[in-house]
């Protein structure tokens, strides 16, 4: 039996838009909004100082989880919020240069996108960058091509549109009109801006240290956690059905306007022996009570079931039962509820 192994290499953003990547269709869509924008290029820039480029210092913003995925693009499997950044951070530069006059370089417009050759010896042009879920429209392809978003459909498609104008803001306050200056800001960024990233030989191991770097309190919540867990339980030959079956359960809930970690807290209370239960703890007490939830045993069958919940839930809410009839009793305590909102 071969021995599963893991690669970790210290990579600048240079040495990582060498390689072409793709954020798989399973994946949550782009989500920063103008704070960690922002705050991502303040640390860059604070980090740089004004002082000669060769004695500015190393700046480490994180670690990334690929796999290989199809001709050798790789699937990134975590850190795609950044990544995705990065890349807009340099389209944003190219278009900042170009707008001042300057000729962006060669070197720059190859890490945004560059020639290669299938298996076919047929040379084809390819982004460093490909989101591959449905919610990000042609928004990236976009701006690599450097053409405007024209209508924005989707949240996603709105955020990545957003992370560039906050890029391009940032480049016109910091620096105005001098394209030097811009110039090495790009020569900091791609040269002694670092990341780790950590390569497996397939998706299962990917999504497994994917779990085990997020699984801490911080960054990703207990909903993201939950759906990467039932990823790493489904054949990959089914990823689509989870996919689906996921986005149904995420529509539903956002739908009604409830909040997720607040809807798993009510599914498990409903469902189990549980009286008290943090919204911090719920991915833990999925992971130790397997046994009693099943979705280990049938991780789409399981996601099936929060949809048919978080659908009853939306009934409930209206005072109706599950089969989407009036309730009088229903009916009672939402009045209930609301005259004891108007008595406080």
Known sequence: MAIQRIQSEDCSVANLFQSFYAVPDYQREYVWDTDQVEQLLKDVREEMGDGAAHDAPEYFIGSIVVCPGQEDVLDLIDGQQRMTTLYITLCAIRDRLSELGSQPSSVLNAQIADATVDSLGEERRLYRLELQYEDSGDALTCLADGNPIETPSTQSM???????????????????????????????????????????????????????INDRGVGLNSMDLLKNLLFMKTPKGQFDQLKNTWKELQDTIFRMGEKPLRFLRYFIFSRYDVETLREDEIYGWFTKNDSLVGFGRDPIGFAKELVSAAKAYEQFRQGKSETGLRNRYLDNIRLLGAKQLVST
């Open 158 to 212: 709105r955020n990545i549109l957003n992370a560039h104008h906050v890029v391009t803001r940032f480049l016109s306050s910091e620096f105005g009109q001098d394209p030097a200056a811009i110039r090495r800001l790009y020569g900091y960024l791609t040269n002694k801006v670092k990341l780790i990233r950590i390569q497996t030989e397939d998706v299962a191991k990917a999504l497994k240290i994917f779990e085990t």
